[in-house]
């Protein structure tokens, strides 16, 4: 059974940094496309960034770039999402998720595989 279990949110002032987590087991995801994607309260979810298998590439929605940074170590099995200068605006839960696919979508249609979810709220 595949599980994403994230981990590392919390309550953080604005400007500050927050490192998630996210841990996979079941599967070894070295050759999966990873990612992140967050839930404001009364929004849908939204994507914030991707590790895409092919080339090791990543992509970044616009609100985060410059700000956030995805990495992954393939040999834990474990994602990450490093988030400096956060704002109010990105209280959100963050979800990892993962596909069995080249690269990662920035909609959450198609994925396979999805975490339970990590609360990140930032105080103005």
């Known amino acids: 059974q595949v599980q994403l279990v994230e981990s590392g949110g919390g309550l953080v002032q604005a400007g500050g940094s927050l490192r998630l987590s996210c841990a996979v087991s079941g599967r070894t995801f070295s050759r999966d496309s990873m990612g992140w994607f967050r839930q404001r309260p009364g929004m849908e979810r939204e994507f914030v960034a991707a590790s895409h298998w092919i080339g090791g590439t990543t992509t970044y929605a616009d609100s985060v770039k410059g700000r956030f940074t995805i990495s992954r170590d393939n040999a834990k099995n474990t994602l990450f999402l490093q988030m400096n200068s956060l704002k109010p605006e990105d209280t959100a839960v963050y979800y990892c998720?993962?596909?069995?696919?080249?690269?990662?979508?920035?909609?959450?249609?198609?994925?396979?595989?999805w975490g339970q979810g990590t609360q990140v709220t930032v105080s103005s």
């Open positions: 998720a993962a596909c069995r696919a080249v690269t990662f979508p920035t909609t959450p249609r198609g994925l396979d595989y």
